[in-house]
């Protein structure tokens, strides 16, 4: 069975432009979540969504957004870019079949490098 | 607010040591939680899940315990192996949903 994949896996953008990363979650899996990692913040939940639906949001600026397709991948846009917004782009997924069960193991893809000139 | 504590921030032992990994977290309140493991530069690989009614979970040489009531988890690892060397993360979940909250992770130097 294929992992989570994500691409493109390195991207090097200058300030002002905005950046779309996508996301494949393993086959079946229906909630993806993304988390940006930073040296100095480590790593912080972005968002989660399932069947098309954004169901949690971290603390970002609206700048950061995303949305799901039917088929369960993933996109996340970042517009207007700053400096602080170079870092690794990690996508998760799951199956979630409920709160207590296995089925919310996450599984992480390799991750997206953003920087920004 | 969750937040997560993982002590040592960085351990370096020969090859062969059993380790102790820490992971604390404030809010006793948790679902679940994850530990897992990080190579540089690479995302993230999933060890062990441990739900809140479980004590302990086993995976050949890893051994995750959680004491929820005192909002703490500890990772064992036995036998240590260079391959072993990475960023080690904790993340205990909250909610109903899929947010992870993260430590800022153990950093293992396992030499041979």
């Known amino acids: 069975k294929a992992g989570v994949t994500q691409t493109p896996r390195y991207l090097i953008k200058t300030r002002g432009q905005q950046v779309t990363l996508s996301c494949s979650p393993i086959?079946?899996?229906?909630?993806v979540s993304w988390y940006q990692q930073t040296p100095g913040q480590g790593l912080q939940f972005l968002f989660e969504y399932f069947s098309e639906t954004q169901r949690n949001k971290g603390n970002f600026p609206g700048r950061f957004s995303g949305r799901q397709f039917s088929n369960s991948r993933s996109e996340m846009n970042v517009s207007t870019l700053e400096l602080g917004d170079s870092a690794l782009y990690l996508c998760a997924s799951s199956l979630n079949g409920g709160t207590y069960s296995s089925y919310n193991e996450q599984f992480f893809g390799p991750g997206t490098r953003l920087t920004v000139l | 607010k969750q937040e997560v504590t993982q002590i040592p921030a960085a351990l370096s032992v020969p090859e062969g040591e059993n380790l102790v990994l820490n992971c604390s977290f404030t809010d006793s309140a948790i679902y679940n939680l994850q530990w897992f493991r990080q190579d540089p530069g690479k995302g993230l690989t999933s060890l062990l899940l441990?739900?809140?009614?479980?004590r302990e979970q086993t995976s050949g040489r890893l051994n995750a315990s959680l004491d929820k009531s005192s909002g703490r988890s500890t990772l064992y690892i036995a036998a240590s192996q260079p391959g072993d060397s990475a960023t080690y993360l904790c993340a205990p979940r909250n909610t109903g949903f899929q947010k992870l909250v993260f430590g800022t992770g153990t950093r293992l130097l396992v030499s041979p």
């Open positions: 086959s079946g899996h229906r909630s």
């Open positions: 441990i739900q809140s009614s479980q």
